[in-house]
Every structure is written in C-alpha cells, then in structure tokens.
C-alpha cells in the first residue's frame, strides 16, 4: 500500500504531474522522430512454418530442381457464357504472345500458347468450350504489392488489347467475354488488400464507437477524450519500439497483426483507464480535494489494474511457444501494446487527471454536499436539499446473497447448455471461404471447380528420388479414386533421378478433406518407391503444394494449441495465486472464466451458423478466441473481487459482496460494452475470419460483463463462505463485527 502511495504521489503531484506529461510527450516525440514506424517494417510474405516441415522441404527440393519451382502461378479464368470464339481464342494467342515479349513486372514465365495450333488451344477448352485457365508464373520472392503492381500491367495490356476491361465484366452475363485472376497469386492479391483497404476503416470505426460510447457513458468530452489521448501517446511509444525491434530482426509481424493490435489497444487501454476514473469520480463525490481523491483513487485501484494488464501481457507472450507462424507473429506486438497501455494507464492518465482536475467531469461534475452548498450560495441559490439516502439500485448483488445456489444453478445450465454446444463446431482452413463472393480470386475459383476441376486451382507437388530406378508413379497417382488428372512427369535439373508429378485433386485443395489426403500420397508414394527397390523411401518422397502447406499448417496449429491453452491456465493460476493468496478462489475464477470461453464458442457458432449461414469457422480462430477472453476475461474478475476483498475486512461478507458488485457494476458494465463494441467493428469487415473473431470475441466478453462477473463469481464467493478465501484469513478491523454471514 505504501508503494502504491509513492508512485501515486509521483505521477500525480503538484509539479511532478507535469514531469509525468512531459516525459510521455518527449517519449512519444522522440522514439517516433529517431526509430522507424512499425508499418515500415511489416513482413506480409513471412512464413508460417519452419525448415524442417515436409511440405518445406518439397518446396526447398522444387527450387533446386525444376526451373519453375521457384514461381508461383497466377491463374487468369477466360470465360464467355455460351462458348469462347475463334475470335476470343485469337486474342488469347496474341495476348500470350504480347505477355511473352514484353513481361510483365515479376512475371518469370508464360506458356506459349501462341505458338499452339486453333485445334490444340480448343483442346484446352472445358467441356462446354466456355472457359480456359492460363498460367503465368511469377517469381516466388515477390510480396502481394509486387504481385499487384504485375496483374495491373498485365490487366492494362489485357484491356489495350482488347479495347474493353474483361476484369470488370460479370462472369453470369450471356455472350459477355469475362477474366478472373485466381490461384495462389490472385489469392495473395486479394487476402493483402482486404485486410489493407480495411485498414483505415478499421480504426475509424474503433475510434468513433470508443468516443460514443464514453460521450455516452460519462456525458464529458473532456473525460471521453482522456482515455483517447492515453491510447494515442502509448501508440505513439509502441509504433516506434515495434518498428525498431523489427528492424533489428528481434521480431516479425504483419500488417494483419498490427490492425488487431490497435484494435486491442482502444479496448483494453480505454478498460484500464475506466477503471481509475471510475474510482475517481465516486471519491469526488465525499472528498472536496482533488488531489487526495485522486491518490485515494490510483492507491485503490492501482493493484487491480496492474494484475490485469499483466495476466493479459503474459498470456499473450505465451503466443511466442507457438510453432505457427501466425501465432508466434501476435505475440510481442500484442503484449508490448498492453504492456505499454498499462504503463500509460498508471502514470499518464493520473497525470493527466491531477492537471485538469474535477473540470474532467464537465459538464455533470461531482462535487460533496457542503460543495454543492458553497456553490448555490454564490448564485444567489436556495441550498440544496439532499435526498434521503438510500440504497442504491443493486439488483444483482442483492440477488446473490440472497439465492446464491439458485444463482449459480441457472448460471451453469445456460453457459453450460452453450458450452456443450460447442462441440459441434466445424473448422476450416480453406482462405477462399474468408473472401466476398463477389472477390475475383473466389469467382476464378467458382469457375474452374464448374467447369474443369477444383483440384486445377492448386495441384499437389509428389516429388519423388527414383534413385535411377523404373519407378511407375504416374500410374499409381492416376489410380487414386480422389486424383483427377496427373502431370507428364518433370526431371530434375541438377539430379535427373528427381522426378516431379503435380496430381490434380477432384475436390476443392483447402479443403480439410483434401488435406487429409497428403498422408495417403506420401504413403503411396513410398509404396510405389518401395516396390521398384529404392532404398529408404520415406526419406526419398516429398509432398508440396498448399494442401501440403495447409495439412502442414493444421498439424502446427493442433500442436499449439494443446501446448498454449495449458500454458496460459497455468500463468493467469500463478498469477491469481500470487495476487489473491487464496487456492479456492484462484480455482473458480480459473474455471469460471473457461466455462465463459466455451459457451461463447457455443453461443458463436450458433449466431454464425444459423444466423449468417457459415458452414464452419477458421481453424485458428478458437486458439485467438482463447488467448483474448480467458485473458481479458480474468480483468474483470480481478477488478470486481479486488472491491469484495478489500471490503471484506471492515463488513460482513454479504455486505461486502452487495457493495463489490453494486460498485464495480457500472464501470465494468461501461469496460465490457466498449471492449465488446471494439471486437464487434472487426465483424463489420469483408473478411469472414474477422467476422467470425469479432462475433465470438463480443459474445465472450458479453457473457463476461453481464452473467459471470455480476452473478456466477460473487454467488460462487457467496455460496463458499470463508472457504472462498482459503488459506487466506479476512483482516478483521474494530468494526468489522461478524465476518461472514
């Protein structure tokens, strides 16, 4: 307590208040003048899985071997409703032929269909003579802005030729000649500027909401700016330190991870940040100095704040023992926000709270009884008659003492009927299904599943070390029921025993029906080694592609999350232990705020699937979902048991837990709609992964704001007794009289 009173007086003293300003001003000034911004440094094209991951190493045998191993193709869908012409067909071979002079920016490689014959390009023709899928290769190293600068010089070649935009024409219209850009690079393309022009829209959007909901709340514009201010200087410090540990190679991230970072800086920083006004306000109402009411404030408060942003940092840092690149990626710039928003919220907010004083309340300011006297005296006003007082509205603390078993039993049967739901969760790790339907990658791809295969789209690399033996693979591909077209084989450049097939698969290759298939290659792969004699055929197959990439990415991602989840229980116990001293209440928030997580993905797959027609969610999204809500979940917890434990002492426990709840309700309730409002702007994007986190997160931090905290913890504490503090024993004062009731 004493330590908490120092640091108070420092950050908000007389003069020292000022010190706290000016430090923040010349931090935030200074590390963004001399450091790089994070966005200077963002790395879109890092990969997500390590050197040693099969389809790594197909990739890494591929680059060596075959001259386009290191291209990626950008697939352009040529379509007209009712057959391509002679004369649609005369184009393409001039188009070929123009790409093939002149390439474009990044452009490795075209295949010559301009030197083919009119009867071997209708060959290539779908069955209906509607459509044909041409190649163009790029160079691997190229990120999606690269890539996108080479589509538009070959879409602006595509369009002088033709003297008309086919890029633009629906591809449903009758007799209107249509191209869409497909394939990993029009899938790159597209999944890049999503997330890019989404950027700015994204943070208005958080801002405006936050602004609102605190206008709202508070009635202050002063007070609504305060937190917006707090979170604007600790980005100003976060954006330059993420910049530069990223220009030292400490650390990689992306674009995507800085978007929902800033996300989560509103949210959680404008929490924290409420948490000490709140405190404040109330003292204002019994304190007539400011400035020992605002040092009573960050003295009460300060503890809780603290636990909280750390129980969110570290589970956060847990991200870093991902083996996924996705993951992994998250973690430091999600953590350092927080870390840095924490900071800000015990020494910048003070600060700025003790320079404007009571005038943050403006225009509804709380002033004391003899206050608000003095004040209708100097206007020439009658003094004010307070109201007899009485106890405030509290309907939710008064119900939990009173029934806390009926309470808890309605509490556990609605999150747990949610949570079982659960179960019935279908994932996915197939990008296509994030984008629009109207996205050309998506409508490419819609194209070549009608009119060709799906499997076109993205061919699966067997790659195989024949070791100079008859070795009758080909064969054995095209025997597979789930294999509807294999490759003449490639010989490899530098090992003329290297030998590559690309196997067209007969359903759609990010499918997880597809990725369960890689196995059953490889295995008949070795089989077909086994059987022309190539010794230590297991170390002499390979299996790439993106269904390779993606099985692989799947086997990453289960493996983290059976690892992490432990993890973060294991660090937010620890820290729960070390803060509250107390096994049995450590356990049920633990468990209270897991069964929350559960019956928000639940109650989230149901809105999703019955409600917006999704057929599953992103494979990553309940690892995300977990990290954030038992996280942030536990903030709420700890600020509200905080208040029934530092009461607990000088009252009955049921008074206490009455007056807890009843005093942390409101600002809670405000934290968790703006936590909540902020997730929830990510479900207004075009991006279904995002709409599906946003959902699931809002919902979560919901059931946190409205069912957890104000009735299953305290009815929990209230059912348990003193058995809730265990091995810890309440501090009796003179008046406490009877601890428990």
């Not at 123009?98 to 009867?119: V, W």
């Amino acid at each position: 307590m004493n330590d908490n009173a120092g640091i108070s007086k420092w950050v908000a003293g007389k003069r020292s208040r000022w010190a706290t300003l000016l430090i923040w001003i010349v931090a935030a000034g200074l590390l963004s003048a001399l450091l790089p911004s994070a966005s200077s440094h963002e790395n879109n094209n890092a990969p997500n899985l390590s050197q040693g991951k099969p389809s790594v190493q197909a990739e890494a045998v591929a680059d060596r071997e075959f001259s386009s191993g290191a291209d990626v193709p950008a697939l352009y869908v040529w379509h007209r409703e009712g057959g391509l012409t002679d004369e649609d067909l005369a184009s393409i071979g001039q188009w070929a032929a123009k790409l093939t002079e002149t390439k474009a920016p990044y452009q490795t490689a075209m295949p010559p269909l301009h030197q083919l014959p009119p009867e071997a390009l209708k060959a290539e023709l779908s069955s209906d003579s509607s459509t044909i899928v041409v190649p163009v290769l790029f160079d691997k190293e190229a990120d999606a802005e690269q890539l996108k600068e080479g589509i538009e010089h070959i879409r602006d070649t595509t369009a002088a030729l033709l003297g008309t935009d086919p890029f633009e024409a629906p591809t449903s219209e009758p007799g209107k000649l249509s191209i869409r850009v497909t394939g990993p690079v029009g899938i790159q393309i597209d999944a890049t500027g999503l997330f890019k022009n989404a950027d700015v829209s994204l943070l208005i959007g958080t801002v405006l909401l936050v602004l609102i909901l605190l206008l709202l709340i508070y009635r202050s514009p002063i007070l609504a700016l305060i937190p917006l201010v707090a979170v604007g200087f600790a980005y100003g410090v976060i954006n330059p330190v993420l910049g530069w540990m990223a220009s030292e190679g400490w650390i990689v991230y992306d674009s995507q991870a800085l978007s929902i970072m800033t996300v989560l800086l509103f949210g959680a920083g404008t929490d924290y940040c409420l948490f000490l006004i709140s405190r404040f306000r109330q003292l204002l109402k019994t304190e007539e100095s400011a400035g020992k009411a605002l040092l009573s404030a960050i003295t009460g408060s300060s503890g809780a704040i603290a636990m909280s942003g750390l129980t969110v940092v570290l589970s956060l840092f847990a991200l870093l023992f991902a083996e996924y690149g996705v993951y992994h990626r998250f973690a430091v710039p999600f953590g350092i926000a927080i870390l840095i928003m924490g900071i800000a919220s015990l020494t910048l907010v003070p600060a700025l709270l003790a320079i404007i004083g009571r005038s943050a309340f403006f225009p509804f300011v709380p002033r004391t009884p003899a206050m608000r006297a003095e004040r209708a005296k100097r206007k020439g006003l009658p003094a004010p008659v307070d109201a007899p007082a009485r106890e405030p509205r509290n309907w939710a603390g008064r119900s939990v003492v009173a029934k806390p078993g009926l309470i808890i039993a309605i509490c556990v049967i609605v999150l747990g009927g949610f949570a079982a739901y659960a179960t019935q969760i279908k994932v996915t790790y197939d990008i296509l299904s994030s984008f629009p339907k109207d996205m050309a990658s998506r409508e490419g791809f819609a194209l070549i599943g009608d009119k060709f295969s799906q499997g076109e789209l993205a061919p699966v690399k067997v790659i195989v070390d024949t070791q100079g033996k008859d070795v009758a693979l080909g064969d054995k591909l095209a025997g597979l029921p789930y294999v509807d077209r294999v490759s003449e084989p490639q010989v490899g450049t530098n090992d003329p025993n290297i030998v590559l097939y690309e196997a067209q698969l007969s359903m759609n290759p990010y499918s997880i029906e597809a990725m369960d298939l890689i196995p059953d290659l490889r295995k008949a792969a070795e089989q077909t080694l086994v059987e022309a004699g190539v010794a230590d055929a297991a170390d002499r197959a390979w299996i790439g592609g993106p269904t390779a990439e993606q099985h692989d990415a799947k086997a990453a991602g289960d493996r983290d999350t059976v690892l992490i989840i432990p993890i973060v229980i294991g660090l937010i116990t620890l820290l729960l232990l070390a803060y509250l001293r107390s096994v049995v209440a450590t356990a049920y928030l633990v468990l209270t705020v897991i069964l929350s997580y559960f019956s928000a993905l639940g109650l989230g797959w149901i809105v999703l699937h019955y409600g917006f027609g999704a057929d599953a969610i992103q494979g990553s999204i309940p690892l995300y979902a977990f990290v954030f809500l038992v996280a942030l979940g536990e903030d709420y917890n700890i600020f509200m048991i905080s208040s029934i434990w530092q009461k607990r002492g000088k009252m009955p426990l049921g008074q206490a837990i009455r007056e807890g709840v009843g005093e942390t309700g409101a600002v809670i309730t405000s934290a968790g709609l703006i936590l909540a409002g902020t997730f929830a702007v990510l479900a207004t994007l075009p991006i279904q992964a995002l709409v599906q986190f946003g959902l699931i997160t809002t919902i979560g931090v919901l059931l946190d704001t409205f069912v957890v905290r104000p009735f299953l913890v305290p009815a929990i504490t209230m059912k348990l007794g003193q058995w809730a503090f265990w091995p810890s024993k309440p501090k009796r004062t003179a008046d406490a009289g009877q601890q428990y009731e």
